[in-house]
């Protein structure tokens, strides 16, 4: 028998790569570039896992066609994360630029090594798509903690080790563990810190290296120096630093310690002039920094490889496509004609999420187990049939089977420092990309924004426009007949197999469907349609938000008085002993709630031993053992009313309050947590009465339901006057804060009303005005042009024997009004006739309650227009954005103040708003998963969003610390989008203020009338007082 003619074989197909490629460079099915003619010359590229190949170009070739070669020879989809890297003759270590030939930038290509490393480092890690990519960012990380780029406390250096070795030798076993330690050193101090990575290891059971890779990156991320490549530097003054650059802008380190950052958005123009470099800033008129910072570097060539990495980071994450090619001069030059060359990270999403592959395998080097690409790196559900010995493996300690390799290719390698253990496999089917058998017809779609969120408050426009939050490794696509491709044989899945008995993973969070619930074509519904699943599913995602609100009091603020004891321990102890119970206890009702709704979706076996499709069993439990904490809820108020008077006598503790309240968590401002859980009672409540009216009286629910209820009731009904007169307090301070000019403005009796924009007629023509109407005074404002950008008062009409009259005849002004008082008279306009009906109808109900009272008020609103303290003095408590601004030196920074609040987006969209309507906004909270899709983009966005105080706030999932950004939804019209707009999905509605437009979907026909009824009551507002009309003085 003639055996067949041995082949070359090519770098793509020892890996077991088909012929027809689609890499990251290439458009889709397209083979590598066929090469220029001429001499071939061998370039030696060194990969992450340090093994060197040899590849063979032409002499004449791009960089581009190496580079392209180095991807195809990884079967590697989104390779534009990453470049190859050399020291050239300067001994500098710079990037090879692809457009150039390859022989004008390498001399002497037999005695250079390249390095093909991560060179774009995304600031989420879930944008990237493929395993392989986290696979290959999980060995530059393990490589930056080797030599020490990566640096971080003792405790994640720990914890990033003990994924590694997860990763590489699979579960814990001590000695395993010890040798595989003492034989491989990860991090610098590995020795004394053996301890803490065997307890981290031993935590890891079950986990496969997809799974450690996705959580390694995950912790990696949130490091100072993630991605970070320092560029020695001094500022003018001569003192060392170091620039970098990240996706967010250029970075300014002292050391390893970031001590500035300069936004994308906030750079105007970046350049160097010999050894200079230039950051010119875009004007503040808030900020009396210089708007060009010059930095010196150790010489000419330094400037430039910096410069030029500035411009590459920019492009790729900013811009939405490749820069196109300047028109060559036809006479003179002028500057550099380098430009950014390759996909845009936003191109790269959209290319994988549109792009349909054929998964090989890849072998991961030093790992001793293997995984499967094709089953996230997040448990799943074993198949049933099909998988004989293949499903094989030991069993972990915990006592389920962790996710086992579908089956194993072959493949010869010449190099034996290239042979590895598979580590991925993906299955496919009528060439879909496939993911875990229990997520069949389960599609999510998400791609990067078009346009920046102009509205976005934290500073994060340009975050939406370098890509989406992407979707987890989780959310793949999966075989729609039950079937799936083992080594090109069909493997058939049983449908609505149990779970493996292990608990779903941290990172993952509901699924969104094109449909709002799984399609059930050919199979059974994996998730309950009940509206009563979907009640309950509110209550789930609405306790996880408050929960995170109570620790802002019981953690974050908790630390923030412990580090500094400025704090009176009397109060200290009056705060945190009675909010610790309330948040014990309401940690323990989120773990049942969150186990009564996997027990409902049957992602546990509980299910099989009862009927827990209810919760109003869990509801009734609740409301008991809140009865038994009634009295530190009632605590709390007095916790605030405390709070506040020592701010009073303690400038240190005002200090402390205003500096927390700058921090990212505190999203909101600090007295509103302290009225958290007295909200929440009123959320249960709500959430009750629509239970008990879906049930009918036969449901095996309602009894419970309706108990519960009973006692929540009881409960509010116990509680709403210290409801009522905490709000109008808490409203009263957080006011106080946004004016200059007045003194004592939370005074006994006092009742906030409305606040809003009206126009205010004078000698000059209508003049924007802030009013801020009280029970006993209507007070007219102007935003001042200090840093802080604080209200002045102008003047103050007490209601006492104020008439009111409209007035558009009489001036030809529309929508005008004019007050009487009784020393002088005010002609006012609103925007629209229905602002001028809510102020008129609340001035009128104004005017007779305080004709009612007592005569005039004794206390009018005491000013100091001509107190020693100017504006700019009382206006140094607040200060600027949330962003970081650029500074007078590199080492400064501008101190954030309060431009975000009510009051200004008032302002800048001419509304009201009135104190109805606050306490409608704080009471109907509600929190979940939701798509987010932009006016000009074509894909969906997964964002975990919260609303409450008039605004959206957007998390990437539920247990960040705090939000990304928000959306004030103050002017803001909501509406059903129109055929027209070709929005062809279920449950979708439309957020749009002039220009703006934002479209959100949700899961359910529930949910979408849910989150439509509550934006719609922050987006009309509301001028009648609650009917309990509050009478009686507020007494504090």
Request: glycine share 6%; with cysteine.
């Amino acid at each position: 028998m003639v055996e067949p003619e041995e082949r070359p074989s090519v770098a793509g197909q020892r890996l077991g790569a088909p012929e027809s490629l689609g890499i990251s460079t290439l458009e889709p099915g397209q083979r590598p570039p066929t090469m220029p003619p001429g001499r071939q010359i061998s370039i030696r590229v060194q990969m992450l896992d340090d093994t060197q190949e040899v590849f063979e170009v032409s002499q004449r070739a791009p960089g581009k066609a190496l580079f392209d070669l180095v991807c195809s020879h990884l079967n590697l989809v989104e390779g534009d994360y990453f470049g190859l890297e050399f020291q050239d003759q300067r001994k500098m270590i710079v990037w090879l630029d692809l457009l150039k030939p390859i022989l004008k930038q390498i001399r002497r290509p037999k005695n250079i090594i390249l390095r093909f490393v991560v060179k774009f480092f995304p600031p989420d890690h879930t944008q990237l798509l493929e395993e392989l990519t986290r696979y290959l960012f999980a060995l530059q990380i393990k490589h930056d903690l080797a030599c020490g780029r990566l640096t971080c406390n003792e405790s994640s250096a720990a914890l990033l080790v003990a994924h590694i070795v997860q990763s590489e030798i699979g579960d814990f076993d001590e000695v395993q563990c010890k040798q595989h330690l003492l034989n491989n050193k990860y991090i610098p101090e590995q020795d004394t810190l053996m301890d803490k990575i065997i307890g981290y290891h031993r935590k890891h059971v079950g986990q496969t290296p997809a799974e450690s890779d996705y959580q390694l990156l995950e912790i990696a991320r949130r490091l100072e120096m993630y991605g970070v490549r320092l560029h020695p530097a001094k500022d003018r003054e001569g003192t060392r630093l170091s620039l970098a650059v990240a996706h967010s802008g250029v970075l300014v380190f002292q050391g390893h310690t970031k001590i500035n950052a300069f936004n994308w958005s906030k750079v105007r123009k970046l350049s160097f002039k010999r050894k200079r470099f230039l950051i010119k800033l875009r004007p503040d008129l808030n900020s009396n920094c210089q708007d060009t910072l010059e930095f010196m570097m150790g010489s000419r060539d330094c400037c430039k490889v910096f410069w030029k990495i500035c411009v590459e980071y920019h492009a790729f994450f900013r811009l939405f496509e490749e820069p196109k090619p300047k028109p060559k001069p036809v006479l003179f030059t002028r500057g550099s004609s380098f430009r950014f060359s390759g996909r845009t990270q936003r191109q790269v999403i959209d290319y994988v999420k549109d792009t349909e592959f054929k998964k090989v395998p890849f072998e991961r080097k030093h790992s001793k187990i293997q995984s499967n690409s094709n089953l996230s790196p997040f448990p799943s559900r074993q198949s049933a049939e099909g998988q004989g010995e293949m499903l094989q493996r030991n069993a972990s300690a915990s006592g389920h089977q962790a996710d086992s390799p579908l089956g194993r290719t072959q493949v010869t390698v010449e190099n034996p420092a290239l042979q590895r253990y598979t580590g991925s496999l993906n299955s496919q089917t009528n060439g879909c990309r496939n993911g875990t058998s229990d997520e069949a017809d389960a599609r999510l779609k998400p791609s990067p924004s078009k346009q920046q969120a102009e509205h976005l408050s934290t500073g994060l426009a340009s975050h939406s426009a370098k890509g989406p939050v992407s979707r987890s490794p989780q959310h793949s696509e999966s075989p729609s007949a039950g079937q799936m491709m083992v080594n090109g044989q069909k493997q058939s899945l049983s449908v609505g197999q149990s779970p493996d008995g292990r608990q779903p993973s941290p990172l993952t969070s509901p699924l969104l469907y094109d449909a709002g619930f799984i399609r059930a074509d050919d199979e059974d519904e994996r998730f309950p349609t009940d509206k009563a699943y979907f009640i309950a599913k509110e209550l789930l995602t609405t306790e996880r938000t408050y929960l995170k609100d109570l620790e802002v009091i019981t953690v974050s603020f908790q630390k923030a008085v412990l580090k500094d004891e400025a704090m009176p321990d009397s109060l200290r102890n009056l705060i945190f002993a009675n909010f610790e119970p309330v948040y014990k206890f309401h940690e323990t009702f989120l773990k049942d709630v969150e186990q009564r709704l996997a027990q409902w979706e049957g992602r546990s076996n509980a299910h099989i031993k009862g009927d827990y499709q209810r919760v109003g069993d869990v509801m009734l439990k609740n409301i008991q053992g809140l009865k038994l904490l009634s009295s530190h809820l009632q605590k709390h108020s007095e916790s605030l009313l405390e709070l506040e008077q020592s701010c009073r006598s303690s400038r240190r503790l005002e200090v402390l309050c205003r500096d927390f309240e700058l921090q990212k968590v505190c999203y909101l401002p600090l007295n509103i947590f302290f009225l958290r859980p007295l909200h929440r009672l009123l959320h249960y409540k709500q959430i009750l009465e629509r239970l008990c009216k879906h049930y009918p009286p036969t449901h095996d629910d309602f009894r419970d339901s309706r108990a519960a209820l009973a006692d929540v009731s009881e409960l509010v009904l116990q509680l709403h006057t210290t409801l009522m007169k905490m709000e109008n307090f808490q409203k009263l301070l957080e006011l106080k804060k946004d004016l200059v000019g007045i003194d004592s403005l939370a005074a006994p009796g006092r009742e906030f009303i409305r606040l809003g924009c009206l126009s205010k007629l004078s000698g000059k023509g209508l003049q924007q005005r802030m009013f801020f109407l009280f029970s006993d005074v209507v007070m007219y404002t102007s935003r001042g042009l200090t840093a802080s950008n604080q209200f002045k008062v102008h003047g103050q009409l007490p209601l006492y024997g104020m008439t009111i009259r409209e007035s558009e005849d009489e001036w030809g002004v529309p929508y005008s009004f004019t007050l009487f008082g009784q020393r002088q008279s005010v002609v006012v306009a609103a925007s629209s006739a229905s602002e001028m009906e809510k102020w008129i109808e609340d001035i009128r109900m104004a005017i007779e309650l305080a004709d009612k009272s007592n005569g005039p008020t004794t206390e009018i609103l005491s000013s100091s227009f001509s107190d020693s303290k100017s504006p700019e003095d009382c206006s140094a408590d607040q200060e600027s954005e949330d962003d970081l601004s650029s500074s007078r030196s590199s080492l400064e920074r501008q101190t954030p103040h309060r431009g975000n609040t009510t009051v200004h987006v008032c302002w800048h969209r001419s509304t009201s708003v009135s104190m109805v309507d606050f306490s409608v906004a704080l009471e109907n909270q509600l929190s979940g998963n939701l798509l987010r899709k932009f006016k000009n983009s074509n894909g969906w966005q997964k964002l975990w969003v919260v609303f409450t105080n008039f605004s959206l706030f957007f998390y990437k999932t539920h247990q960040d610390e705090y939000p990304l950004a928000s959306l004030p939804l103050l002017g803001y019209s909501i509406t059903i989008p129109s055929e027209s707009e070709n929005i062809h999905k279920d449950y979708v509605f439309k957020l749009h203020f002039k220009s703006h437009v934002y479209y959100f979907r949700s899961e359910s026909e529930y949910t979408f009338e849910r989150w439509m009824e509550v934006i719609r009551s922050a987006t009309c507002s509301s001028s009648v007082l609650r009917s309990s009309s509050r009478k009686d003085p507020l007494v504090y």
